[in-house]
């Protein structure tokens, strides 16, 4: 997604309307008288502008930890252009959704660099004081019009900080999410052993949360392929208990609702004994101890079969490896 398209993407995200922003505004004291005396000070803002920003990109190159993040020349200075538009549009005059996406872009900046809340308030403490000091020292008025002037320069800053942390965090989730959706991929991994045949080996402990995503998983493949046969196997699990079984024998009849079979397969002597023991039928499913003999009755189920001498090089191999 190109960035523009990732801005109007946000003001969907954090819901950030008209209504929204008008809300926002009102809590922090952003009132037209606000925007107008801003807008007033665009001269002198364009007469500072580049002082400004070199002064406090020192400030961010004497500090290790910032000093990393800002790891070359061109990225320092592709970052001072985009300061300076900045700076710049905080005497826009306007507080509307065009100023609202526009700010957004800070929040998602950071979030890509690396530039972590605590250190983004730190560089906007300095911001402020630097901005302060030319108040101070290039405009020319008593101290009362400078004092109201900051006054609302500090309202629209703050009201962009919280845009640009809102944003921030939106964007933190979202690689979250894409990281958990990773995980669960990696963690219940469907494999298309031949047409009509899947096979999912599920390895570490099953829990309810993970049982829920192995279903999903299960299903949604099952359908995609128009498998016949789900092969799941169970010999990398360490321990079976009601839980586990009861999961496996829905799962069994979900997968049979789209016209497929399930074939369980790595039972071991005690996964057989706990699954009797528990008293949990599943008659439903076709079990082995071996996944080769899962792979095989599938195979057999549709006409299928490995060749001999497919079994004889795979024999032979590990006879290879045995000898090593």
């Not at 306007?94 to 250190?119: K, N, S």
């Not at 997968?255 to 439903?284: D, F, H, K, M, P």
């Amino acid at each position: 997604m190109n960035e523009h398209g990732t801005h109007v993407r946000y003001m969907r995200v954090l819901k950030l309307d008209d209504q929204a922003i008008a809300s926002r505004r009102a809590f922090f004291g952003i009132g037209d008288d606000d925007l107008e005396r801003l807008a007033s000070l665009r001269r002198f803002a364009e007469r500072v502008t580049d002082r400004i920003v070199e002064e406090f990109y020192g400030l961010m190159l004497a500090h290790p930890q910032t000093r990393r993040l800002l790891d070359d020349g061109g990225t320092v200075e592709r970052l001072k252009r985009a300061q300076r538009a900045y700076f710049l549009g905080l005497f826009a005059g306007r507080c509307d959704a065009a100023y609202v996406q526009d700010r957004l872009r800070v929040g998602a900046a950071h979030e890509r660099i690396g530039l972590a809340p605590t250190w983004y308030l730190g560089a906007y403490r300095h911001y402020l004081q630097l901005i302060r000091e030319h108040l101070l020292t290039a405009l020319d008025a008593d101290v009362g019009v400078i004092e109201n002037a900051y006054a609302s320069l500090q309202r629209i800053v703050f009201f962009d900080i919280a845009l640009a942390i809102d944003t921030y965090i939106a964007a933190n989730d979202e690689a979250l999410d894409r990281q958990r959706a990773a995980i669960r991929a990696l963690s219940t991994p469907v494999i298309r052993v031949h047409e009509g045949i899947l096979l999912l080996p599920l390895v570490g402990t099953v829990d309810a949360e993970r049982a829920n995503q192995i279903t999903e998983s299960v299903l949604r493949h099952t359908a995609e392929a128009r498998a016949s046969f789900v092969i799941i196997d169970i010999a990398g699990v360490p321990v079976v208990d009601a839980l586990v079984a009861n999961h496996l024998v829905r799962t069994t009849g979900a997968v049979r609702l789209l016209g497929a079979q399930v074939v369980l397969t790595g039972v071991s002597s005690q996964i057989a004994r706990t699954i009797v023991e528990l008293g949990v039928n599943v008659s439903s499913m076709h079990t082995t101890g071996r996944l080769s003999d899962g792979i095989d009755f599938a195979l057999a189920m549709l006409g299928k079969a490995i060749a001999a001498d497919v079994r004889s090089r795979e024999a032979h191999d590990e006879d290879l490896d045995g000898a090593v």
